[in-house]
């Protein structure tokens, strides 16, 4: 019996491990999130946390080896019980208790039991619902030798090397360009001394153009600017134009969980703290919503989320129905 593994196989399973009598792993899941300072992008991943007020009443740990190593309900309930034991008795010591894989159990200056997460990657994957994959072997083709490139004979001291005979130059020098940029220069300075001179002349001979009126007055004006000032006046919501007309409830979620389990385990939490948590689910809604209060007006609602925002964090949000 392996009770080791059937605490990491509930864990994937459920979520959640209660050791009765000292106390419940929970594993929680992280979305991705986005740091926008350094421009990094954190995965999703599962963090680890220890309630140790957290019961069991389903007992799945004792379920699960029943139902998996085929063991007696009673061999089951005293292999918890035996581990319950070490992990009292190591703690005790000043010792750590190690559940492989999973955590390890310590006590603190106060004396009471803590954890320490130690998920391992193989874990984590499982838990995200990943699995591993087995590739195919390969190996590695050898590269032909290259072949020994013969040496040239080099020439014995009877033979005779024949010299090339020297060649004669047979480049002439190169004409002198002649330099046409400066009575081009002086073309285009007499054109625009000429074309300026006409035009001064053409402005002076022709007839002064009567002043046109301005086609706005200042009586137009004002009338515009009223326009103007009336137009950008927001409209008042009606029950035309509000979407939240026809909601009747309003409650402030601070969790949404597939499982009622993990809904619950928040609830309790919130209770503790003293909410007055309850669980919402709706027909065409596949969550489980843990709501912390209930308001038949949204201005209302609006003001206690903000108050829970700046004291609770930015993860809880407003549900209108």
């Known amino acids: 019996m392996d009770i080791q593994t059937a605490i990491k196989n509930t864990l994937i399973d459920k979520n959640y491990a209660v050791i009765p009598g000292i106390g419940g792993l929970v594993v929680e899941y992280e979305p991705a999130r986005v740091n926008q300072a350094t421009n990094t992008l954190t995965p999703p991943s599962y963090k680890l946390t220890f309630n140790p007020e957290l019961k069991d009443p389903d007992n799945t740990i004792v379920n699960y080896l029943i139902s998996k190593e085929k063991v007696d309900k009673t061999d089951a309930e005293k292999a918890l019980k035996e581990l319950k034991t070490e992990i009292i008795k190591d703690t005790e010591k000043g010792d ?28 984590t994957s499982a838990l995200m619902g990943y699995t591993s994959v087995k590739a195919q072997s390969f190996t ?38 002649k330099n046409y940029a400066l009575p081009v220069v002086l073309i285009v300075l007499a054109l625009a ?50 979407k939240y007309a026809h909601c009747t409830e309003f409650y402030i979620i601070a969790g949404s969980f597939k499982k009622h389990e993990n809904a619950s385990i928040l609830q309790k939490e919130l209770k503790k703290q003293g ?19 209930k308001f038949s007006e949204r201005d209302t609602a609006l003001k206690k989320l903000k108050q829970l925002k700046d004291s609770h964090g930015n993860e809880i949000w407003l549900l209108s129905i």
């Open 96 to 123: 750590s208790y190690e559940l492989k894989d999973i955590c390890s159990f310590n006590k603190d200056s106060n004396g009471n039991i803590t954890v320490l997460s130690k998920l391992s990657e193989q874990l």
């Open 140 to 177: 590695k083709e050898e590269t032909p030798k290259r072949e020994e490139v013969k040496k040239e004979d080099t020439p014995k001291p009877s033979e005779t090397i024949q010299t090339k005979q020297p060649v004669k130059s047979t480049i002439q020098p190169k004409k002198e360009k």
């Open 193 to 242: 001394i000429a074309s300026s001179g006409i035009y001064f002349y053409l402005q002076k001979e022709a007839p002064a153009k009567k002043d046109k009126k301005p086609f706005m007055t200042a009586g137009n004006n004002n009338k515009k600017k009223k326009i103007i000032e009336e137009t950008k006046k927001k409209q008042p919501v009606t029950k035309e134009n509000d």
């Open 275 to 293: 909410f007055d948590a309850q669980i919402l689910k709706k027909k065409n809604n596949n969550y489980f919503r843990v709501t912390i209060e």
